[in-house]
């Protein structure tokens, strides 16, 4: 081993690509009027919400897949997926008892206990299983703040006036195709609504699992925090491992109003497929915050390590006067794993302020893109910007792009971009050995090192995991 | 301190590496025992640093034939983070910079590395904090340093301290310094020979690579080896170095067109 290269970085393999197996209603495939007013159907939907997704299917029915995105991947059949599949029991559970034994334990599985006795203490999960949210811990003693923690579809039914003021208000129907698409499907997701002037007492968090191999992913998450509210929420990904691509089009909406802040961590580890590239997931994901109130401020953090492909750009929407919005992503690709990710930082209002730090990690014949715009429009007076882009490479074969657009319609907006690309010399990597640190060790000190000002920003239960994936990632690397 | 019943530490016999596909070690022998300083001189890109990096395992460098011993035991064998581990240093000429990793974190992870192989437990980073500030104070280093990332943006005489502060923690049996002296002020020289000399025992080997006289003056070496054209060409007390400064490496020429050495350096 002593004559391990840099070059050889493999990533040990996926520890979650089991399947549960478990009995599940699903429809028949393909897409239609009639598949959108079933679904409507299935889960009780009020007129408003078919109404909505009737109007998302007929645009999407105009629209284009998007291909200006630096990806390349075979069309998909979109009559071939199926549109809906559920754990078979149907009713959510009043009380996790009830709750099929089978779906607790791939839960506990994946390090995400939801017994009472196991349960992380000082977190709040909603777990959610092929796109339907089987269980959600902490939810009464979140409601004596008059915090709603809820699967999106119990908010249809428990609070239908909240969804129907918020839903599509941030990410329009027909905003793009894979929005368009989810807004007419979305199967389940999480519903959070932090009431004006609470702190949400504890972290809460969505666990995502796909574990159907047919089955198209249309989660829809929304958050609301009223004026003064704080709240910090962080979704993980996982999915079995199969030699065919699924397609994953979430749609998550945020909104901040006066004062209020939000913010929201993400683990994404889907599966990615195989080292040649066969299997994996397509995560096109549209996630938007809006900064509606003065003062609001909405934080994305993304540690991006899954999916074959990845197609995903986390965006504020800086409307009230001296709103803030953040971005700091860390995205990992190795083998074939392609991604396309970056932010939208649109400036309405005076004085907003977005900062922009993101860190690509390229290993094995892995493209990793950052794509970011900033946008400062003629009513934006003092808006200021600071985006840091930073690439590193792991070997030779690996690439790495940036593309920043910047469009300011304002003169004295202040605006700073800083990119820069580094490798993982051999003798950065010697130097490390050469005091008894591991070449493994000595890697992943080095990427942690270059991800740092990431990981800080991520809630602290979680910092230390997402150092955790990325070595793991890297893990077995050395040939 | 010559003993010649004393351990021997490091025994290097015939030893021949190439980078790439270019011969550069043509048949290195050299024998350290416990206690022992040597010192290796020679003109530039006569081997030295090479001869350095092979025995730390540096994978630019593929060993044709030759063995070492580390101990009686074969160091070839072993990854560059275990012989580290079981206290083989090597002090970089140019030491790498590495942006991102934290000095302190670093030095940390390295010095446990370290103590874990001889059986002592973990310093947490109290414990290690009392450490690391008693040992700042053998190369007289500012402790600001610790914050920094490793080596970055340090200057050279800066880097070659960092250098120092490492083998004080880490307390290697043996040590190879390959130009420490080198970018070093007067003071700095005279600090880090210092250091040396106190690192250095009747338990250790100390190997200097240096073309210079004055470091020499501070830390007075028991051998005195001459390398050229990748081998040894050859080794006497420390009045060497004083020749060698007096005389410089001509005659280095004249021995090497001996028909024996000739045949073997090609
Ligand atoms: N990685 C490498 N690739 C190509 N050539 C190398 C490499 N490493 C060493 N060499 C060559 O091997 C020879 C010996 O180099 P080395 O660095 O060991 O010399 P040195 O004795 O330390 O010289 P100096 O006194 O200048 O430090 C030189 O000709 C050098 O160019
Ligand atoms: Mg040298």
Known sequence: MSSATVGDLVSQPYKYGFITEIETEKIAKGLSEDVVRLISAKKEEPPFLLDFRLRAYRHWLTMQEPDWAALGYPPIDYQELIYYA??????????????????????????????????????????????????????????EDGVIFCSISEAVKEHPELVERYLGTVVPANDNFFAALNSAVFSDGSFVFIPKGVACPMELSTYFRINSGDTGQFERTLIVAEEAATVSYLEGCTAPMFDT??????????????????KYSTVQNWYAGDENGVGGIYNFVTKRGQCRGARSKISWTQVETGSAITWKYPSCVLQGADSVGEFYSVALTNHRQQADTGTKMIHVGPRTRSTIVSKGISAGHSSNSYRGLVQVGPKAV????????????????????????????????????????????ADQLFYLQSRGIGFEAAVSMMVSGFCRDVFNQLPMEFAAEADKLLSLKLEGSVG | M????????????????????????????????????????????????????????????????????????DLLALEPEQRARIGLFLGFQYPVEIPGVSNLEFLRVATNARRQEQGLEELDTFAFDDLV???????????????????????????????????ALLEPLVAILDETDSGLDIDALRIVAGGVNQLAGPDTSTLLITH???????????????????????????????????????????????????????
């Open chain 1, 86 to 143: 559920a754990p078979r029991q149907q009713q959510k559970k009043a009380s996790l008892d009830e709750v099929d034994p089978a779906l607790l334990e791939t839960f506990e599985k994946l390090g995400i206990p939801l017994s009472e006795q196991k349960r992380l203490s000082n977190v709040a999960v909603d777990a959610v299983f092929d796109s339907v949210s089987i269980a959600t811990t902490y939810k009464e003693k979140l409601a």
């Open chain 1, 245 to 262: 691509n699924q397609l994953h089009a979430a749609v998550v909406e945020l909104v901040a109003l006066d004062d209020a802040s939000i």
């Open chain 1, 382 to 425: 003092g808006a200021r910007n600071y985006s840091q882009c930073d690439s590193m490479l792991i070997g030779d074969r690996a690439a790495a792009n940036t593309y920043p657009y910047i469009r300011s319609q304002q003169p004295d907006a202040n605006i700073e971009h800083e990119a820069s690309t580094c490798r993982i010399s």
């Open chain 2, 2 to 73: 010559i003993r010649s019943d004393a351990p021997i530490l490091l025994e290097i016999r015939d030893l021949h590496a190439r980078v790439e596909d270019q011969p550069i070690l043509r048949g290195v022998n050299l024998t350290l025992r416990a206690g022992e300083i040597h010192a290796v001189m020679g003109r530039n890109g006569s081997g030295k640093s090479t001869l350095s990096k092979v025995l730390a395992g540096h994978p630019a460098y593929t060993v044709t034939s030759g063995s070492v011993l580390y101990r009686g035991a």
């Open chain 2, 133 to 167: 500030q008693e040992r700042l104070r053998v190369v007289q280093m500012d402790p600001a340093f610790l914050e920094r990332s490793v080596n970055q943006g340090f200057s050279g005489g800066e880097k070659k301290r960092n250098e120092i502060l490492q083998m």
């Open chain 2, 212 to 266: 210079y006289q004055r470091l020499l003056d501070a830390i007075v070496p028991d051998f005195v080896h001459v390398m050229a054209a990748g081998r040894i060409l050859r080794t006497g007390g420390k009045d060497l170095a004083l020749e060698l400064e007096e005389r410089g490496y001509d005659w280095v020429d004249a021995e090497l067109a001996q028909p024996l050495a000739g045949a073997e350096v090609g």
